[in-house]
Protein backbone atom coordinates (compact mmCIF):
# COMPACT_ATOMS: atom_id res chain seq x y z
CA UNK A 1 0.00 0.00 0.00
CA UNK A 2 1.27 3.63 -0.98
CA UNK A 3 2.22 5.78 1.97
CA UNK A 4 -0.44 7.81 3.55
CA UNK A 5 -3.24 6.03 1.57
CA UNK A 6 -6.59 4.01 3.12
CA UNK A 7 -6.38 0.08 3.43
CA UNK A 8 -9.68 0.59 0.84
CA UNK A 9 -7.36 2.16 -1.79
CA UNK A 10 -4.85 -1.06 -1.58
CA UNK A 11 -7.74 -3.50 -1.89
CA UNK A 12 -9.47 -1.60 -4.93
CA UNK A 13 -5.70 -1.67 -6.80
CA UNK A 14 -4.91 -5.19 -6.24
CA UNK A 15 -8.68 -6.59 -6.95
CA UNK A 16 -8.03 -7.49 -10.45
CA UNK A 17 -10.43 -4.63 -11.75
CA UNK A 18 -13.29 -4.86 -9.29
CA UNK A 19 -12.61 -9.12 -9.22
CA UNK A 20 -11.46 -9.85 -5.83
CA UNK A 21 -12.86 -13.14 -4.50
CA UNK A 22 -16.21 -12.27 -5.26
CA UNK A 23 -16.89 -15.13 -7.50
CA UNK A 24 -15.48 -17.31 -5.25
CA UNK A 25 -17.53 -15.94 -2.25
CA UNK A 26 -20.88 -16.62 -4.25
CA UNK A 27 -20.23 -20.17 -4.15
CA UNK A 28 -20.39 -20.62 -0.12
CA UNK A 29 -23.35 -20.97 1.27
CA UNK A 30 -23.48 -18.29 4.16
CA UNK A 31 -25.61 -15.14 3.80
CA UNK A 32 -22.63 -12.72 2.96
CA UNK A 33 -19.91 -11.74 1.85
CA UNK A 34 -16.35 -10.92 3.32
CA UNK A 35 -15.59 -7.03 4.35
CA UNK A 36 -13.50 -6.76 1.57
CA UNK A 37 -15.99 -7.99 -1.23
CA UNK A 38 -18.87 -5.82 0.57
CA UNK A 39 -16.25 -3.14 -0.82
CA UNK A 40 -15.47 -4.42 -3.89
CA UNK A 41 -19.41 -5.01 -4.61
CA UNK A 42 -20.40 -1.76 -4.63
CA UNK A 43 -18.86 -0.76 -7.92
CA UNK A 44 -21.45 -3.47 -9.23
CA UNK A 45 -24.10 -1.59 -7.80
CA UNK A 46 -24.49 -4.14 -4.69
CA UNK A 47 -24.89 -2.86 -0.65
CA UNK A 48 -24.76 -5.37 2.02
CA UNK A 49 -27.28 -4.63 4.71
CA UNK A 50 -28.48 -5.96 7.50
CA UNK A 51 -32.66 -5.61 8.30
CA UNK A 52 -32.51 -4.75 11.91
CA UNK A 53 -36.36 -4.95 12.11
CA UNK A 54 -35.83 -8.89 11.15
CA UNK A 55 -32.90 -9.28 13.57
CA UNK A 56 -34.73 -7.38 16.04
CA UNK A 57 -37.73 -10.09 15.72
CA UNK A 58 -35.04 -12.61 15.90
CA UNK A 59 -33.53 -11.52 19.01
CA UNK A 60 -37.19 -11.48 20.49
CA UNK A 61 -37.40 -15.25 19.52
CA UNK A 62 -34.17 -16.17 21.47
CA UNK A 63 -32.18 -16.38 17.83
CA UNK A 64 -28.83 -14.38 17.50
CA UNK A 65 -27.43 -12.90 14.51
CA UNK A 66 -27.26 -10.27 11.38
CA UNK A 67 -30.17 -10.61 8.87
CA UNK A 68 -28.24 -10.13 5.45
CA UNK A 69 -29.65 -9.07 2.35
CA UNK A 70 -28.40 -7.30 -0.46
CA UNK A 71 -29.65 -4.16 -1.94
CA UNK A 72 -29.17 -3.31 -6.04
CA UNK A 73 -28.83 -0.57 -7.82
CA UNK A 74 -29.48 -0.50 -11.37
CA UNK A 75 -27.92 2.72 -13.18
CA UNK A 76 -30.35 4.41 -15.17
CA UNK A 77 -28.67 7.66 -17.47
CA UNK A 78 -31.15 10.34 -17.10
CA UNK A 79 -33.92 8.45 -15.91
CA UNK A 80 -35.21 7.11 -19.60
CA UNK A 81 -37.15 3.83 -19.92
CA UNK A 82 -39.24 2.02 -21.98
CA UNK A 83 -42.27 0.38 -20.13
CA UNK A 84 -40.81 -3.03 -20.89
CA UNK A 85 -38.16 -2.05 -18.76
CA UNK A 86 -39.79 -0.89 -15.75
CA UNK A 87 -42.50 -4.00 -16.32
CA UNK A 88 -39.20 -6.25 -15.86
CA UNK A 89 -37.57 -4.73 -12.85
CA UNK A 90 -41.14 -4.79 -11.42
CA UNK A 91 -41.57 -8.33 -12.05
CA UNK A 92 -37.99 -9.09 -11.24
CA UNK A 93 -38.37 -7.53 -7.62
CA UNK A 94 -41.28 -9.74 -7.10
CA UNK A 95 -39.26 -13.09 -7.72
CA UNK A 96 -35.74 -12.14 -6.36
CA UNK A 97 -36.09 -8.98 -3.88
CA UNK A 98 -38.80 -7.76 -1.30
CA UNK A 99 -42.11 -7.24 -3.85
CA UNK A 100 -41.28 -3.49 -4.28
CA UNK A 101 -39.10 -0.96 -6.22
CA UNK A 102 -37.66 2.07 -5.15
CA UNK A 103 -36.91 5.27 -6.90
CA UNK A 104 -34.04 7.39 -5.93
CA UNK A 105 -32.98 10.71 -6.12
CA UNK A 106 -30.29 10.16 -8.57
CA UNK A 107 -33.16 8.64 -11.48
CA UNK A 108 -32.07 5.24 -10.32
CA UNK A 109 -34.02 2.50 -9.09
CA UNK A 110 -32.87 0.09 -5.99
CA UNK A 111 -34.09 -3.60 -5.55
CA UNK A 112 -34.22 -4.27 -1.44
CA UNK A 113 -34.26 -7.53 0.60
CA UNK A 114 -32.43 -9.45 -2.61
CA UNK A 115 -30.83 -12.88 -0.73
CA UNK A 116 -27.11 -13.24 -1.72
CA UNK A 117 -28.16 -16.77 -3.64
CA UNK A 118 -30.17 -15.23 -5.61
CA UNK A 119 -27.73 -11.83 -6.77
CA UNK A 120 -27.08 -13.61 -10.01
CA UNK A 121 -30.26 -14.28 -11.20
CA UNK A 122 -31.44 -10.61 -9.98
CA UNK A 123 -28.83 -9.03 -12.24
CA UNK A 124 -28.98 -11.44 -15.23
CA UNK A 125 -32.49 -10.74 -15.25
CA UNK A 126 -31.96 -6.75 -15.35
CA UNK A 127 -28.93 -7.56 -17.89
CA UNK A 128 -31.66 -9.06 -19.92
CA UNK A 129 -33.86 -5.81 -19.88
CA UNK A 130 -30.70 -4.33 -21.54
CA UNK A 131 -30.39 -2.09 -17.74
CA UNK A 132 -27.19 -2.73 -15.82
CA UNK A 133 -26.25 -2.37 -12.22
CA UNK A 134 -22.35 -1.53 -13.04
CA UNK A 135 -21.18 1.74 -11.72
CA UNK A 136 -24.74 2.65 -9.82
CA UNK A 137 -22.24 2.56 -6.67
CA UNK A 138 -18.54 2.80 -6.14
CA UNK A 139 -15.84 4.98 -6.25
CA UNK A 140 -16.66 5.96 -9.79
CA UNK A 141 -18.89 8.14 -12.03
CA UNK A 142 -22.34 7.34 -10.84
CA UNK A 143 -25.34 7.56 -12.74
CA UNK A 144 -25.28 10.72 -15.29
CA UNK A 145 -28.36 12.63 -14.25
CA UNK A 146 -30.83 15.41 -16.78
CA UNK A 147 -33.32 16.86 -16.85
CA UNK A 148 -36.27 14.12 -17.62
CA UNK A 149 -39.13 16.10 -19.36
CA UNK A 150 -39.44 14.30 -22.85
CA UNK A 151 -40.28 18.18 -24.83
CA UNK A 152 -40.36 17.84 -28.15
CA UNK A 153 -37.36 20.35 -28.10
CA UNK A 154 -33.95 20.33 -29.76
CA UNK A 155 -32.75 21.76 -26.06
CA UNK A 156 -34.16 18.50 -24.17
CA UNK A 157 -32.66 16.43 -27.08
CA UNK A 158 -29.24 17.85 -26.99
CA UNK A 159 -29.26 17.62 -23.24
CA UNK A 160 -30.12 14.30 -23.31
CA UNK A 161 -27.39 13.33 -25.93
CA UNK A 162 -24.74 14.98 -23.82
CA UNK A 163 -26.05 13.05 -20.94
CA UNK A 164 -25.79 9.34 -22.53
CA UNK A 165 -22.70 10.26 -24.06
CA UNK A 166 -21.16 11.08 -20.61
CA UNK A 167 -22.41 7.80 -19.19
CA UNK A 168 -20.69 5.65 -21.72
CA UNK A 169 -17.79 7.70 -21.87
CA UNK A 170 -17.24 6.92 -17.90
CA UNK A 171 -18.50 3.26 -17.88
CA UNK A 172 -15.79 1.08 -16.11
CA UNK A 173 -14.29 -1.15 -18.84
CA UNK A 174 -13.56 -3.96 -16.45
CA UNK A 175 -14.52 -7.11 -17.76
CA UNK A 176 -14.99 -8.41 -14.29
CA UNK A 177 -19.08 -7.47 -14.17
CA UNK A 178 -19.46 -9.88 -17.53
CA UNK A 179 -17.35 -12.55 -15.95
CA UNK A 180 -18.84 -12.81 -12.41
CA UNK A 181 -22.54 -11.95 -13.05
CA UNK A 182 -23.50 -13.03 -16.88
CA UNK A 183 -20.98 -15.74 -17.59
CA UNK A 184 -19.65 -18.25 -14.79
CA UNK A 185 -19.88 -16.93 -11.48
CA UNK A 186 -20.53 -20.07 -10.37
CA UNK A 187 -17.35 -21.68 -11.52
CA UNK A 188 -15.35 -19.10 -8.74
CA UNK A 189 -12.82 -19.40 -11.81
CA UNK A 190 -9.68 -17.13 -10.72
CA UNK A 191 -9.02 -14.44 -13.21
CA UNK A 192 -5.87 -12.66 -13.68
CA UNK A 193 -5.63 -9.59 -15.26
CA UNK A 194 -4.60 -9.85 -19.10
CA UNK A 195 -2.11 -7.17 -20.46
CA UNK A 196 -5.17 -5.92 -22.76
CA UNK A 197 -7.32 -5.25 -19.62
CA UNK A 198 -7.20 -1.75 -18.54
CA UNK A 199 -9.21 1.03 -16.85
CA UNK A 200 -8.36 3.84 -18.97
CA UNK A 201 -9.74 6.65 -16.95
CA UNK A 202 -9.88 5.44 -13.49
CA UNK A 203 -6.87 3.33 -13.07
CA UNK A 204 -6.40 -0.17 -11.19
CA UNK A 205 -7.35 1.91 -7.73
CA UNK A 206 -10.03 3.97 -9.43
CA UNK A 207 -11.30 6.90 -8.01
CA UNK A 208 -10.78 8.69 -4.39
CA UNK A 209 -14.21 8.49 -4.16
CA UNK A 210 -17.92 8.61 -5.58
CA UNK A 211 -18.49 10.99 -8.38
CA UNK A 212 -21.64 12.71 -9.52
CA UNK A 213 -22.25 14.21 -12.85
CA UNK A 214 -25.86 15.85 -13.81
CA UNK A 215 -26.65 17.95 -16.82
CA UNK A 216 -29.59 21.03 -16.60
CA UNK A 217 -30.84 24.33 -17.31
CA UNK A 218 -31.36 27.73 -16.55
CA UNK A 219 -34.92 27.53 -16.49
CA UNK A 220 -35.62 24.58 -14.79
CA UNK A 221 -33.41 22.91 -12.49
CA UNK A 222 -35.31 19.74 -11.54
CA UNK A 223 -32.15 17.69 -11.23
CA UNK A 224 -30.45 19.94 -8.59
CA UNK A 225 -27.44 20.95 -10.94
CA UNK A 226 -25.66 22.30 -7.81
CA UNK A 227 -25.22 19.63 -5.23
CA UNK A 228 -23.04 17.07 -7.88
CA UNK A 229 -19.65 16.99 -7.94
CA UNK A 230 -19.70 17.99 -12.05
CA UNK A 231 -22.10 19.85 -13.44
CA UNK A 232 -23.07 21.04 -16.88
CA UNK A 233 -25.55 24.30 -16.95
CA UNK A 234 -26.70 24.73 -20.52
CA UNK A 235 -26.52 28.22 -21.74
CA UNK A 236 -28.80 29.36 -24.41
CA UNK A 237 -29.31 31.68 -27.22
CA UNK A 238 -32.26 31.63 -29.92
CA UNK A 239 -33.51 28.08 -28.58
CA UNK A 240 -30.02 26.34 -29.08
CA UNK A 241 -27.75 25.68 -26.59
CA UNK A 242 -24.28 27.23 -27.30
CA UNK A 243 -22.17 25.94 -24.39
CA UNK A 244 -22.33 24.60 -21.03
CA UNK A 245 -21.09 27.10 -17.77
CA UNK A 246 -19.34 24.04 -15.63
CA UNK A 247 -19.73 23.90 -12.12
CA UNK A 248 -17.63 21.95 -9.90
CA UNK A 249 -17.18 20.51 -6.16
CA UNK A 250 -21.00 19.94 -5.04
CA UNK A 251 -21.85 17.74 -2.61
CA UNK A 252 -24.59 16.52 0.58
CA UNK A 253 -22.25 14.33 2.93
CA UNK A 254 -21.23 15.44 6.18
CA UNK A 255 -19.69 14.09 8.95
CA UNK A 256 -20.58 16.11 12.54
CA UNK A 257 -17.70 14.60 14.54
CA UNK A 258 -15.57 16.24 11.77
CA UNK A 259 -15.21 20.33 11.66
CA UNK A 260 -13.45 19.34 8.45
CA UNK A 261 -16.29 17.65 6.74
CA UNK A 262 -19.22 20.19 5.61
CA UNK A 263 -22.01 19.99 2.41
CA UNK A 264 -21.13 22.59 -0.40
CA UNK A 265 -22.68 23.47 -3.29
CA UNK A 266 -21.17 23.56 -6.70
CA UNK A 267 -19.08 26.37 -7.87
CA UNK A 268 -19.09 28.12 -11.51
CA UNK A 269 -15.41 27.15 -13.09
CA UNK A 270 -15.54 27.58 -16.76
CA UNK A 271 -17.66 27.77 -19.94
CA UNK A 272 -17.39 25.06 -22.84
CA UNK A 273 -18.95 24.53 -25.75
CA UNK A 274 -20.88 21.20 -26.22
CA UNK A 275 -18.08 19.97 -28.63
CA UNK A 276 -15.63 20.29 -25.09
CA UNK A 277 -18.09 19.27 -22.97
CA UNK A 278 -17.19 15.32 -22.58
CA UNK A 279 -13.16 16.04 -22.84
CA UNK A 280 -13.16 18.61 -19.89
CA UNK A 281 -15.60 16.52 -17.91
CA UNK A 282 -12.68 14.01 -18.42
CA UNK A 283 -9.64 16.10 -17.15
CA UNK A 284 -12.02 17.16 -14.57
CA UNK A 285 -11.92 13.37 -13.07
CA UNK A 286 -8.62 12.92 -13.84
CA UNK A 287 -7.83 15.70 -11.75
CA UNK A 288 -9.66 13.96 -8.73
CA UNK A 289 -8.36 10.81 -9.56
CA UNK A 290 -5.06 12.28 -9.21
CA UNK A 291 -5.20 14.48 -6.30
CA UNK A 292 -8.40 13.70 -4.46
CA UNK A 293 -7.71 12.26 -0.74
CA UNK A 294 -6.74 8.59 -0.79
CA UNK A 295 -6.07 8.48 3.12
CA UNK A 296 -9.37 10.04 4.66
CA UNK A 297 -12.38 8.70 2.65
CA UNK A 298 -14.43 11.63 4.88
CA UNK A 299 -13.05 14.02 3.09
CA UNK A 300 -12.20 12.73 -0.18
CA UNK A 301 -14.75 14.18 -2.60
CA UNK A 302 -14.18 16.58 -5.02
CA UNK A 303 -15.66 19.71 -2.71
CA UNK A 304 -12.52 19.13 -0.69
CA UNK A 305 -9.82 18.87 -2.91
CA UNK A 306 -11.40 22.31 -4.26
CA UNK A 307 -11.51 23.91 -0.97
CA UNK A 308 -7.90 22.92 0.11
CA UNK A 309 -6.43 24.34 -3.12
CA UNK A 310 -8.97 26.98 -4.14
CA UNK A 311 -10.80 27.13 -7.43
CA UNK A 312 -8.14 28.63 -9.24
CA UNK A 313 -5.43 26.58 -8.69
CA UNK A 314 -7.95 23.29 -9.28
CA UNK A 315 -8.48 24.90 -12.37
CA UNK A 316 -5.67 25.88 -13.62
CA UNK A 317 -4.57 21.91 -13.04
CA UNK A 318 -7.57 20.96 -15.53
CA UNK A 319 -6.04 23.82 -17.93
CA UNK A 320 -2.49 21.29 -17.95
CA UNK A 321 -4.92 18.30 -18.87
CA UNK A 322 -6.49 19.71 -21.39
CA UNK A 323 -3.21 21.80 -23.12
CA UNK A 324 -5.12 25.22 -23.30
CA UNK A 325 -6.94 27.83 -21.14
CA UNK A 326 -10.48 27.63 -20.22
CA UNK A 327 -12.68 30.67 -20.97
CA UNK A 328 -14.74 31.98 -17.43
CA UNK A 329 -17.87 30.91 -16.80
CA UNK A 330 -21.28 33.49 -18.28
CA UNK A 331 -23.52 34.54 -16.07
CA UNK A 332 -26.34 32.57 -17.15
CA UNK A 333 -27.48 30.76 -14.04
CA UNK A 334 -30.48 28.77 -12.53
CA UNK A 335 -33.47 30.66 -12.11
CA UNK A 336 -36.43 27.93 -11.95
CA UNK A 337 -37.76 24.59 -10.99
CA UNK A 338 -40.43 22.27 -12.20
CA UNK A 339 -40.91 18.96 -10.68
CA UNK A 340 -42.99 17.74 -14.27
CA UNK A 341 -46.03 16.25 -12.01
CA UNK A 342 -49.11 16.67 -13.59
CA UNK A 343 -50.24 17.16 -17.07
CA UNK A 344 -47.80 18.69 -19.86
CA UNK A 345 -47.81 18.80 -23.47
CA UNK A 346 -44.94 17.47 -24.97
CA UNK A 347 -44.81 19.81 -28.04
CA UNK A 348 -45.50 17.12 -30.38
CA UNK A 349 -49.12 16.88 -30.21
CA UNK A 350 -48.64 13.90 -27.35
CA UNK A 351 -49.00 14.81 -23.47
CA UNK A 352 -47.01 13.24 -20.45
CA UNK A 353 -48.08 12.61 -16.85
CA UNK A 354 -45.64 13.35 -13.64
CA UNK A 355 -47.55 10.71 -11.00
CA UNK A 356 -46.04 11.79 -7.28
CA UNK A 357 -44.03 8.44 -5.66
CA UNK A 358 -44.16 9.18 -2.46
CA UNK A 359 -40.62 8.51 -1.05
CA UNK A 360 -40.31 6.96 -4.54
CA UNK A 361 -41.18 3.45 -3.56
CA UNK A 362 -43.51 1.17 -5.45
CA UNK A 363 -45.62 -1.10 -3.67
CA UNK A 364 -49.15 -2.41 -2.92
CA UNK A 365 -50.57 -1.34 0.45
CA UNK A 366 -54.44 -1.70 0.90
CA UNK A 367 -55.94 0.06 0.12
CA UNK A 368 -53.86 2.00 -2.80
CA UNK A 369 -52.59 -0.62 -5.38
CA UNK A 370 -49.76 1.34 -6.83
CA UNK A 371 -47.56 -1.04 -7.84
CA UNK A 372 -50.68 -2.76 -9.66
CA UNK A 373 -51.47 -0.06 -10.75
CA UNK A 374 -48.36 1.18 -12.34
CA UNK A 375 -47.96 -2.88 -13.81
CA UNK A 376 -51.54 -1.88 -15.45
CA UNK A 377 -49.87 1.60 -16.97
CA UNK A 378 -47.70 0.07 -18.70
CA UNK A 379 -49.07 -3.30 -20.12
CA UNK A 380 -51.75 -1.36 -21.42
CA UNK A 381 -50.41 1.74 -22.56
CA UNK A 382 -47.09 1.53 -23.44
CA UNK A 383 -45.69 4.79 -22.54
CA UNK A 384 -42.41 5.92 -22.36
CA UNK A 385 -41.51 5.97 -18.63
CA UNK A 386 -38.38 8.60 -17.01
CA UNK A 387 -37.57 8.64 -13.54
CA UNK A 388 -36.95 12.00 -11.68
CA UNK A 389 -35.14 13.35 -9.33
CA UNK A 390 -37.88 13.51 -6.55
CA UNK A 391 -38.28 10.25 -7.16
CA UNK A 392 -41.14 10.26 -9.15
CA UNK A 393 -42.40 8.56 -12.32
CA UNK A 394 -43.04 10.28 -15.58
CA UNK A 395 -45.34 8.70 -18.67
CA UNK A 396 -45.01 10.06 -21.59
CA UNK A 397 -46.17 9.81 -25.39
CA UNK A 398 -49.82 9.59 -24.54
CA UNK A 399 -52.47 10.48 -27.04
CA UNK A 400 -55.69 12.19 -26.03
CA UNK A 401 -57.53 8.67 -25.21
CA UNK A 402 -54.40 7.34 -23.21
CA UNK A 403 -54.50 10.17 -20.94
CA UNK A 404 -57.96 9.00 -20.03
CA UNK A 405 -57.21 5.70 -19.29
CA UNK A 406 -54.01 6.73 -17.38
CA UNK A 407 -56.52 8.58 -14.65
CA UNK A 408 -58.95 5.34 -15.25
CA UNK A 409 -56.72 2.39 -14.34
CA UNK A 410 -55.23 4.92 -10.96
CA UNK A 411 -58.83 5.70 -10.18
CA UNK A 412 -59.71 2.05 -10.27
CA UNK A 413 -56.75 1.39 -7.99
CA UNK A 414 -57.39 3.91 -5.21
CA UNK A 415 -53.62 6.12 -6.25
CA UNK A 416 -54.10 9.49 -5.07
CA UNK A 417 -53.38 11.78 -8.16
CA UNK A 418 -50.62 14.28 -8.34
CA UNK A 419 -53.54 17.26 -8.66
CA UNK A 420 -55.10 15.80 -5.29
CA UNK A 421 -51.71 15.74 -2.55
CA UNK A 422 -50.91 18.73 -1.06
CA UNK A 423 -47.47 21.26 -2.33
CA UNK A 424 -45.84 19.88 1.08
CA UNK A 425 -46.14 16.47 -0.44
CA UNK A 426 -45.51 16.97 -3.47
CA UNK A 427 -41.83 18.89 -2.65
CA UNK A 428 -41.01 16.12 -0.28
CA UNK A 429 -38.15 13.90 0.10
CA UNK A 430 -36.72 11.00 2.38
CA UNK A 431 -34.00 8.52 1.81
CA UNK A 432 -34.67 4.86 2.69
CA UNK A 433 -32.49 4.95 5.81
CA UNK A 434 -33.97 2.42 8.84
CA UNK A 435 -34.19 -0.66 8.65
CA UNK A 436 -32.08 -1.75 5.69
CA UNK A 437 -29.63 1.39 5.75
CA UNK A 438 -26.84 0.76 7.43
CA UNK A 439 -25.32 4.51 8.01
CA UNK A 440 -29.23 5.49 9.00
CA UNK A 441 -29.21 6.52 13.15
CA UNK A 442 -33.00 6.70 13.01
CA UNK A 443 -36.09 6.34 10.73
CA UNK A 444 -36.77 8.77 7.36
CA UNK A 445 -38.69 7.10 4.37
CA UNK A 446 -40.92 5.38 6.93
CA UNK A 447 -41.90 8.73 9.22
CA UNK A 448 -42.17 11.77 6.70
CA UNK A 449 -45.49 10.75 5.93
CA UNK A 450 -46.58 10.96 9.07
CA UNK A 451 -44.91 14.39 9.59
CA UNK A 452 -46.24 15.05 6.52
CA UNK A 453 -50.18 14.03 7.81
CA UNK A 454 -49.23 17.00 10.71
CA UNK A 455 -47.84 19.51 8.80
CA UNK A 456 -50.63 19.57 6.44
CA UNK A 457 -53.15 20.08 9.07
CA UNK A 458 -51.33 23.14 10.51
CA UNK A 459 -50.42 24.33 7.40
CA UNK A 460 -54.28 24.68 6.50
CA UNK A 461 -54.99 26.23 9.81
CA UNK A 462 -52.57 28.90 8.70
CA UNK A 463 -54.05 29.08 4.99
CA UNK A 464 -50.60 28.04 3.89
CA UNK A 465 -51.48 25.06 2.31
CA UNK A 466 -50.49 25.99 -1.01
CA UNK A 467 -47.13 27.53 -0.28
CA UNK A 468 -44.57 25.47 -2.26
CA UNK A 469 -41.28 24.65 -0.33
CA UNK A 470 -38.94 21.66 -0.29
CA UNK A 471 -38.94 19.29 2.99
CA UNK A 472 -36.38 16.88 2.66
CA UNK A 473 -35.53 13.81 5.69
CA UNK A 474 -32.44 12.02 6.09
CA UNK A 475 -32.12 8.87 8.58
CA UNK A 476 -28.29 10.11 8.95
CA UNK A 477 -25.90 13.42 8.16
CA UNK A 478 -24.72 11.76 4.85
CA UNK A 479 -27.94 13.59 3.01
CA UNK A 480 -28.78 11.18 0.11
CA UNK A 481 -31.96 13.02 0.11
CA UNK A 482 -30.27 16.24 -0.31
CA UNK A 483 -31.22 18.03 2.54
CA UNK A 484 -28.75 20.60 3.49
CA UNK A 485 -29.94 23.12 0.36
CA UNK A 486 -34.15 22.59 0.80
CA UNK A 487 -36.33 24.75 2.51
CA UNK A 488 -36.51 22.53 5.53
CA UNK A 489 -33.83 19.93 5.96
CA UNK A 490 -34.33 17.04 8.34
CA UNK A 491 -31.22 14.89 9.48
CA UNK A 492 -31.29 12.05 11.51
CA UNK A 493 -29.04 13.07 14.68
CA UNK A 494 -29.96 9.92 17.77
CA UNK A 495 -32.48 7.71 17.66
CA UNK A 496 -35.81 9.50 17.08
CA UNK A 497 -34.27 12.63 17.06
CA UNK A 498 -33.30 15.30 14.47
CA UNK A 499 -30.90 18.51 12.87
CA UNK A 500 -33.99 20.70 12.19
CA UNK A 501 -32.51 23.07 9.89
CA UNK A 502 -34.37 26.15 7.19
CA UNK A 503 -33.20 28.44 5.00
CA UNK A 504 -32.58 26.61 1.75
CA UNK A 505 -34.82 27.21 -0.76
CA UNK A 506 -36.65 25.17 -3.72
CA UNK A 507 -34.29 27.03 -6.36
CA UNK A 508 -31.40 24.73 -4.90
CA UNK A 509 -28.90 27.60 -4.99
CA UNK A 510 -28.26 28.16 -1.16
CA UNK A 511 -27.36 25.85 1.75
CA UNK A 512 -29.71 26.16 4.73
CA UNK A 513 -28.45 26.39 8.38
CA UNK A 514 -29.14 24.65 11.93
CA UNK A 515 -32.25 25.79 13.11
CA UNK A 516 -32.48 23.19 15.85
CA UNK A 517 -30.43 19.84 17.12
CA UNK A 518 -32.16 17.12 18.68
CA UNK A 519 -35.49 17.16 18.19
CA UNK A 520 -37.66 14.36 19.12
CA UNK A 521 -39.69 13.20 16.04
CA UNK A 522 -43.29 13.86 17.82
CA UNK A 523 -42.01 17.68 18.02
CA UNK A 524 -40.63 18.45 14.45
CA UNK A 525 -44.36 20.11 13.53
CA UNK A 526 -44.76 21.54 16.72
CA UNK A 527 -41.01 22.86 15.89
CA UNK A 528 -42.32 24.35 12.57
CA UNK A 529 -45.34 25.95 13.35
CA UNK A 530 -43.63 29.10 14.90
CA UNK A 531 -41.89 29.62 12.06
CA UNK A 532 -44.90 29.27 9.72
CA UNK A 533 -46.91 32.29 11.73
CA UNK A 534 -44.00 34.35 11.82
CA UNK A 535 -43.64 33.61 8.42
CA UNK A 536 -47.27 34.54 7.45
CA UNK A 537 -47.52 38.01 9.41
CA UNK A 538 -44.03 39.00 8.21
CA UNK A 539 -43.31 37.97 4.82
CA UNK A 540 -42.59 40.33 2.01
CA UNK A 541 -44.51 39.91 -1.32
CA UNK A 542 -43.62 37.05 -3.61
CA UNK A 543 -41.10 35.77 -0.61
CA UNK A 544 -40.57 32.04 -0.17
CA UNK A 545 -40.55 30.36 3.15
CA UNK A 546 -37.11 29.50 2.23
CA UNK A 547 -36.06 33.43 1.31
CA UNK A 548 -37.90 34.36 4.80
CA UNK A 549 -36.08 32.12 7.10
CA UNK A 550 -32.83 33.09 5.11
CA UNK A 551 -33.55 37.17 5.41
CA UNK A 552 -34.59 36.73 9.65
CA UNK A 553 -31.52 34.57 10.12
CA UNK A 554 -31.69 31.74 13.04
CA UNK A 555 -31.23 34.47 15.91
CA UNK A 556 -34.41 36.30 14.70
CA UNK A 557 -36.53 33.16 13.93
CA UNK A 558 -35.78 31.58 17.59
CA UNK A 559 -36.64 34.29 19.44
CA UNK A 560 -40.38 34.70 17.76
CA UNK A 561 -40.56 30.96 18.24
CA UNK A 562 -40.10 31.47 21.87
CA UNK A 563 -42.38 34.53 21.92
CA UNK A 564 -44.94 32.66 20.32
CA UNK A 565 -44.46 29.59 22.94
CA UNK A 566 -44.86 32.07 25.59
CA UNK A 567 -47.84 33.75 24.23
CA UNK A 568 -45.79 36.91 23.58
CA UNK A 569 -46.86 36.84 20.17
CA UNK A 570 -50.25 39.14 19.19
Not at 234 to 250: F, M, P, Q, T
Not at 295 to 322: N, P, S
Not at 521 to 534: G, K
Request: aromatic share 8%; proline share 4%.
Amino acid sequence: MAEGQSPLEELKAGSRLLRGEIAKELKDPSPSFSKDSVQLLKHHGIYQQDDRDARKVARAEGRSGKHYIMMVRTRVPGGRMTAEQLLAELALADRWGNGTLRLTTRQSIQHHGVLKGDLRDLIRGIHEADLTTLAACGDVVRNVMCCPAPFASPLHRQIGQLCEELAEHFKPRTPAYREIWLEDAATGERHSVSGGEEEPIYGRAYLPRKFKIAVGFCHDNCIDLYTHDLGFLAVVRDESIVGYNVLVGGGQGVTPSRKDTFPALGKKMAFVTPEEAVQVAEAIVAVQRDHGNRADRKRARLKYLIHDWGLDKFREEVEKRLGRALWGPWDDDVFEVDDHIGWHPQGDGRWFYGLNIENGRIADRDPVRLKSAIEAICRELTPGVRLTAHQSLLFTDLDDRQCQELMSILKAHYVPTSESISEARRWSMACVAWPTCGLAITESERALPGVLDELEVELAKLGLQREAFTIRMTGCPNGCARPYNSDIGIVGKARDKYTLLVGGQRLGKRLNFIHREMVPRDEIVSTLVPLFVFFKAEREEGETFGDFCHRQGNDRLLQFADDYRHGRVS
